[in-house]
């Protein structure tokens, strides 16, 4: 057997040392170790089955490989970067078990660039299901803290200023309902990120008279994804991958602002729990919503992760170039921080202290009840919407003028600004003026469908949580149907090795 | 009544100049005129329905929607700077026709934060169903272009290198699968576009009795976005658009520079129509595939596009922010150079000149074969793979030492090679070698699912043309579904005007 | 001579309308109109000395094209689809009026490529002067705000939380030490954006014996791009621009942040004047900070218009390619865009105004003097400094506890603390704890260099309003050196006419 | 003393184990472990300079900061997700080895929120002076291999097409210039980042009489960056230094694509070394660019780094965040990648083997000439450029009718042309034709500056070459300045220590 490198027989000379650092992936693929050897060892049951690889040395290839995953679990394996990647790795070390009489033969009728593709995927349908699981988790989350503060009032703002009266459980509950978009996001990814590539060889397919339905059963892939070139030049789902992630941090970065903004001293609203917070270097007072905020930052990965694959994928021509290599370096990393940042929202919303006396201080006679009286006058004054809208305007100037509120307004107030205003004699009684100033009567007349009217919120979060329990149920059975593939891979494995 | 902007009646000052140009988005609006219209008219009709509008004033409130919409059709509408927006022109409009006592009336439980919302989702949805439509076209083309050139021998690459043997058909049809994907995403989209989200008033409802459902039936939503912060706020669904966006001009980008490849006087395989390529300022001599290099190019404004949006996004509290404003610019831009993309692309694929006796040129004799040989050896002479690759990789070199090709190889050669590199003493016949070295036989030989061998290809352009058909009635379909509504609203709102 | 576009020569046919409108680039040439009418006076005067054009020809031509610029400045010009671009649209129109013999001299050693380029510089310099004058006039709002308010006292944030105690001045001071920072990188881009690529031709220059130094002259450039492969083919000039205008664009989206936060009620430390913000079509107690919001939305325009621009770039081979026609459109509107907010955040911030009690309410009692409190037990009372921080954060704890503020303390609650703590016996007296916890006093002894405390402001302020004034002075030089080539290529123009 | 960690004093509860994962640093902080000791040794010295630290606390942390320095240098320190950062790590360490008394004096005066920016920037400035050594060295490569080739004769490409007759000299020299302005760049980017933070506390600077101007000396930056917030709060360098990178590797990818262009069988003008190059795990023949395709897709992560590090900055309030955080780890990725990917290149220029027969195949008879013979028209025949360019267009056709290159063309052909298309009668001799159509006499005419004639090439490459020494010297020159500056610091240390 040559010497040095399994693949560069073409080849007269070795990577220098600083070439091999550059352009090993042995790293980033430490990722898809076991998803490599899961892949051979179904491509191999499969050759068996097609009476391409006998008995005799499947087993020896079966055993060789189940070798080296225990000593992968174990922390016995480091690979070097005179390895170009984990495939060279692995078909070398099984080379060195058992010869290249019967090792030679794992990589028959299969490429890297279908192989490649394959182990990716067969990781990415784990990582997309945990952060789906991830997502759901902080729905549930979201929905019991909406739960728990239906009926806490609260100023909810447009353009971050007083825009009408709300609950706090309107506001979770739009975060709630924003993630289960999310998660339908995903779902839809799962679907074409969950199709076999395996058996389009290095792109054009191969002689060897395979049988990819069998690997796609054996390796618990949804379907086939059929053209050979497609199948190992594309990688839109990665691209995908990396939009969804993207998406999911956006809202997180929502969420966030709104969490900072309600921890200033200024606001009030909520204090984070000790664990989500740190303090000073120098100024022992501080205690700093720091995490939340490093989860802001952190929306910037994964935009920069998207626009790196992006870029990757952009103006080379079709069939698998090395440009395609980073999609994993990229992946894996825009993964594990959308993993951790929505495990770590939820756990700063489970503990966040909430205080719904700051939430109400500033409703009793603020002007956000405007509106409430310019939509009563226009119910019951006979006034068009814009004439009260404009009348409600004036009544809170003179307010301001007054440097009163406008529960303090009296009926003649009202009158003579629509006189005033529009020559109308219109006839209000203080009662409207009372109703419609009253924070939480106002509240109650809110009735329009998805309102923060507590009632309103609870009925949604009651029919929203139905929907959170069905895209759990619906994604437990797809991970059972994944693990359930395997541990038949497994068995039939360790069948096949006796 | 003060003077002035709509809107403005709490603040003393009007914008200057310079601040009103920055502020208004009259122009990005052009784009929705007409849907805003739609949006007053459906709200209006609904409010008459709640008893909240007297059928009097909805009749003069309609006959003024339509007459601004002739107005509009026929070209005599300007709308200046001085207007914040769309909405503020047409309210402005009608009050200005029939007075604000009926007038008035029309923003009666509205706030611009959810009509501007329904507005451009009500444009979205038509300009995905146009994008979709022009995605589905281009499978077309290609499939079609495709089964011409299913039996047409080329060499398929990887890293822009010889790879194998394969046909341009295979080529082809790999496309039409990615865009097929693409056409997948845009229908999943559609779901969460199409969801209404009128009556949520600036953030928080509205105390007026309105009927939700009502408008979405009379829209043609196939849902309500019930949360009314959740419904103003959010904007995930357009960073979902550029995303998608995005993706398919990734894709087109690599389509791109395949045919720019193709189109070198070195490659020489495909020769663009005249119409898609441009000549020199000062060398007559040129052909330029400029029109396929601008698209290439214009990928960049698609990802920009993207990351403008997910910057807007990112970090701004809950509730509208006049940040989101920017949505609508920047959405129609990158849906307008997605939409001409791809119809130029499909254009360019349908014209192109195909050459080939140019694709077949370097197919003879061509050292892409020598997986075909590595493959036959370890299929018929007792050798494993990895063995026989290497004894291939051998006689790469030796052919290549005698300045010849591998179908001048000889029996002893092979059997030279095995033994100097295995010590093994094999047993070849020159049948085998001219069988692997032969283009034509060893594709013929490939029959893995999925490979470019042309009865697969043929298979698959068959199997990938019905789900193509299957798409497209379904869009059909979706798109009946949304004039149909319209047309009952126009019917609605004929009959009520009456 | 043959009918249809002036460069097709070689092509049978026309693009047809949609790709003629896909491929035009006439919209975003109107930017370049007349830099374009410029750069060919300049070449084809220098074609007239060195004896290419005779003068005869060369007054028919600059006669000419003077008239296309009068019907140009009078809005009689409309250019179509039809026109690849104004330089197409601009010869024809001169061989439309002066007959080919001699209009067609005028493209004569030059090519698009190097036109184009040429053209864009011209008008990216006069731009990149603008975004510095607008850069300068911001710094000098914010120097004369800051030094009004260099007096006034408020809470430094870190964290969005209470950091210390600073004044007014020490921020708004910060903003124009950016700025100025910002104003440097303009004036270092317009170093490599002003040299000459003209006399480049398309790619390998020309056999015209052209003379590249004397229309570097006659052009006001700082020097020659001398490489005709970069002149044509490099846009790292577009690249850079794009990228500054970026930063520029992050710097005033943290000073919006800052200014949101101060307009919120909770804050209150500022009030928008009336003309940047706008009000709600339904909420009339609105007084949005819309503009402002709008120019943080606009963020995202920028950092899109750079990805554009690396997108367009990456991984196109050397020398023209109509990918780059693309650069124009995106440059303009990133450029654009940096003006327009430069100019609204300076007069945002030149009305805007500010409430000093409101924002010294916050200091009195503030346990932002905590810090002030470790540094002075660390200064006078014999403990290391971390060891007076924990007392610090003891203390503060302890005043929490109690429900007072840390002006409040007692000598001995210092003293059983450190007892408590570090089991040391201190000494300290009322005054220590008054003279820290005073916030005038505490910031006066702030005397580190560039701290907030007044005097250390209002030297900076002088100071770096000194660099302010040297930038501007070297900006006018430049703006004068470019006028004054252009005056005088015109009064060349004009001798040589006659 | 409290046990956990050092500034929670004022929390009671730790991180839990995720969070703890989370928030860290420590893994991006060990690229500033030995910047950290660097700085605190500087500001300690100053600190007892100035009268703050006695002489004997002093000797007793530069010993520990000494011992920890060898510790870390011989391996033996790694730092758990327990400590926040490396700050945090290194004065837990000195108290644990000193006691609180004299190591608790180390952080007086000083935040870690100056401290951090204050490493950060000492790293990042050798990061710079790097990097701009590698652009040099790439420049001296191209330099040189452009002088070996400056006679070797091209088609230089526009739109991927035949351009004009050229040198691989010129194409090479191109991208030297190019590099040399990017060199520019990070000279001027480099000023911007070496001003010291040091002594601006949290954000408000500090009571303890620190002196900056010494901090700065010792450290040997040069100059100080003032304001107190400005230093704290600003990232603007750290987005022009992924803006620089992005450039970069944009300009990278440009040569990227045309050595893998050229590496193409169809082209076959160059071969990569060995060493650049991969084979194929399956397909023997193979000898893939793999290396300079995997450099293309690194473009992606400088253009991913640059978002990331723009949209952490977008719209976050001013004072340190810790959003801010994250920008370290991006720093250090994108810096690593342009590093690494500039020594790749270089390499891969000085290895590759370039084959002049191969570039000059295509050369005689090329349409390219046509603008020659355009140019040789309108200099001889008394036709304008554009009747000649017309004439040339025409015979272009003709030659191809005919199946023949232009060198064959009859003076009658140019004459019948000539007449046909302007009914001029003209009159042209073979000598002419032959002149234009002669490769090499044509180039020799192509007298412009900058063009690709041999002599023009050389005289660039000559001149440049001065640049490139300059710029060398001037960067030798500040890499002692850094370096003599920290060897004075260590000097003062150790004879401070005895």
New interface residues.
């Given amino acids: 057997?040559?010497q040095g490198s399994?693949?560069?027989?073409?080849?007269?000379?070795?990577?220098?040392n600083?070439?091999a650092?550059?352009?090993t992936s042995v790293n980033e693929d430490l990722r898809i170790f076991e998803d490599d050897i899961n892949c051979t060892t179904a491509h191999d049951i499969m050759l068996y089955e097609q009476g391409i690889i006998p008995l005799k040395e499947l087993k020896m290839i079966l055993a060789a490989l189940e070798e080296i995953r225990r000593k992968w679990r174990s922390g016995e394996i480091t690979i070097g970067a005179e390895y170009?990647d984990v495939?060279?790795y692995i078909?070398t070390m099984v080379?060195k078990q058992i010869g290249?009489?019967?090792?030679?033969?794992i990589?028959?009728?299969?490429?890297?660039?279908d192989?490649v593709v394959t182990d990716i995927k067969l990781r990415l349908r784990e990582d997309i299901l945990n952060i789906s699981e991830a997502t759901l988790n902080l729905v549930d989350v979201l929905q019991k803290r909406a739960t728990e503060h239906a009926d806490n009032i609260m100023i909810?703002?447009?353009?971050?200023?007083?825009?009408?009266?709300?609950t706090l459980g309107?506001?979770l509950?739009?975060?709630a309902?924003?993630l289960l978009?999310?998660q339908?996001?995903l779902t839809?990814l799962y679907a074409?990120v969950n199709t076999n590539p395996l058996?389009?060889?290095?792109?054009?397919?191969?002689?060897?008279?395979?049988n990819?339905?069998r690997t796609t059963e054996l390796l618990g892939f949804d379907g086939?994804?059929?053209?050979?070139?497609?199948?190992?030049?594309?990688r839109?789902?990665a691209?995908?991958t990396a939009?969804?992630c993207?998406?999911i941090m956006?809202?997180l970065?929502?969420?966030?602002?709104?969490i900072?903004?309600w921890?200033?001293?200024?606001?009030g609203y909520i204090e984070l729990?000790?664990?989500?917070?740190?303090?000073?270097?120098?100024?022992?007072?501080?205690?700093?919503?720091?995490?939340i905020?490093?989860?802001?930052?952190?929306?910037?990965?994964s935009?920069?992760?998207?626009?790196?694959?992006?870029?990757?994928?952009?103006?080379?021509?079709?069939?698998?170039?090395?440009?395609?290599?980073?999609t994993k370096l990229?992946l894996w990393r825009t993964i594990e921080n959308t993993q951790?940042c929505l495990?770590?929202m939820t756990?700063a919303i489970a503990t966040m202290k909430i205080k719904p006396e700051k939430l109400y201080r500033?409703v009793p006679g603020n002007?956000?009840m405007?509106?409430?009286l310019?939509?009563?006058l226009?119910?019951e004054a006979d006034?068009?919407?814009?004439?009260s809208?404009?009348i409600?305007?004036?009544l809170?100037?003179l307010s301001i003028s007054r440097g009163t509120t406008l529960d303090k307004l009296k009926p003649e107030d009202v009158e003579t600004s629509a006189t005033s205003?529009?020559k109308k004699k219109i006839k209000v009684n203080q009662s409207l003026i009372d109703k419609a100033t009253d924070p939480k009567l106002?509240l109650q007349?809110?009735?329009?469908?998805?309102?923060?009217?507590p009632e309103?919120v609870k009925r949604?979060l009651k029919e929203h949580g139905v929907t959170a329990k069905k895209q759990r149920a619906s994604l437990i059975k797809t991970r059972n149907d994944v693990e359930s593939a395997l541990k038949t891979l497994h068995e039939t494995a360790t069948r096949l090795s006796k």
């Fill in positions: 057997m040559t399994l693949f560069r027989s073409r080849l007269a000379k070795e990577f220098d600083k070439t650092r550059f352009h170009e495939h060279e078909e080379i290249i009489e019967a090792g030679g033969m990589h028959t009728g299969r490429s890297r660039n192989q909810v703002y447009t353009h971050g200023q007083h825009g009408q009266i709300g309107a506001y509950s739009a975060y309902d924003i978009r999310d339908q996001r839809e074409r058996g389009s060889g290095p792109v054009g397919g191969t002689s060897i008279n395979i990819r339905k086939i994804q059929e053209n050979s070139i497609d199948a190992t030049s594309s839109d789902w691209m995908e939009a969804v993207a998406i956006g809202d970065s929502r969420i966030a602002a709104d900072l903004e921890s200033t001293v200024e606001f729990a000790d664990e989500y917070t740190s303090s000073s270097s120098i100024m022992p007072q501080k205690k700093n919503p720091s995490t905020e490093l989860l802001r930052g952190k929306t910037g990965e935009y920069g992760a998207l626009i790196e694959l992006l870029t990757m994928e952009k103006g080379v021509t079709t069939g698998y170039v090395q440009d395609l290599q980073e990229t951790i495990e770590i756990g500033q002007f956000a405007a509106v409430e310019a939509e009563t226009s119910n006034l068009s919407f814009r004439e809208y404009k409600a305007a004036d809170v100037n205003l529009y106002s007349r809110r009735r329009s469908l998805g309102s923060p009217r309103e949604m």
